[in-house]
């Protein structure tokens, strides 16, 4: 056993080696709970196109760069939570039967970082087995650990919002809830809407068309 004035020091350093890593999970567990990521799809039932409109802040938990500084979907390669719910981080919500991998949004919606600035939301990936809801974006997010995400505007995706249980119709609405104790919490406000009238007196052609073929 070390003389008295060394075991001091020793004992400093193991309690050091225990209270840093504790404090740093715990700053990063409050960071998460303030943080809110809202995205509201709607989508005419049928049509295969939806519209995402972004909200809200997460909070980075760890930083992973592929290649440019893009994220790659499609694989585990989401390790690094930065953009990545899924599992048992869903509390809530009816899913559905499909897996919807590296979704193209249109220009519109972006997630700006705190250190790293405004990088455009390119895309997601949205399965609802696992379930899984993923983003991706341009740029690298080299601000670290703790930096803050906060997503904004509007864009367009090639997702049918029926594959979401209980979506069957105009009106309904579905919500999913997602939570991680240090990016935050995710909701997703599904709704079926009417189309716009040029849509539908496109669809009500059609079906005019259809109609006078059947009687020929």
């Known amino acids: 056993m070390p003389p008295l004035p060394l075991a001091v020091p020793m004992f400093r350093s193991h309690l050091l080696s225990w209270l840093l890593p504790a404090a740093l999970a715990f700053g990063l567990c409050l960071a998460g709970s303030a943080s809110a990521l809202t995205i509201n799809v709607t989508g005419v039932v049928g049509s295969g196109t939806t ?55 249109s220009n519109g919606a972006s997630v700006t970082g705190s250190n790293s600035g405004v990088h455009l939301l390119e895309g997601f990936t949205f399965e609802g087995l696992l379930p899984r809801f993923a983003w991706f974006a341009d740029g690298a997010f080299n601000g670290g650990p703790l930096e803050t995400l906060t997503y904004s505007g509007l864009a367009t995706a090639a997702f049918e919002i029926s594959q979401i249980n209980g979506i069957n119709g105009l009106g309904d609405v579905a919500t999913v809830i ?39």
């Open 51 to 105: 519209t995402w409109q972004f909200s809200g802040t997460t909070t980075a938990w760890a930083i992973r760069l592929d290649g440019d500084g893009d994220f790659a979907l499609g694989t585990n390669s989401l390790f690094g939570r930065l953009n990545n719910f899924q599992g048992a981080d869903f509390e809530s919500g009816p899913f559905g039967i499909f897996i919807a991998t590296n979704i193209a949004l």
């Open 178 to 216: 997602a939570n991680d104790n240090v990016m935050g919490n995710l909701t997703m406000n599904f709704t079926a809407v009417v189309p716009e009238p040029s849509t539908a007196l496109f669809m009500g052609l059609g079906l005019a068309v259809l109609g006078a073929r059947r009687r020929e």
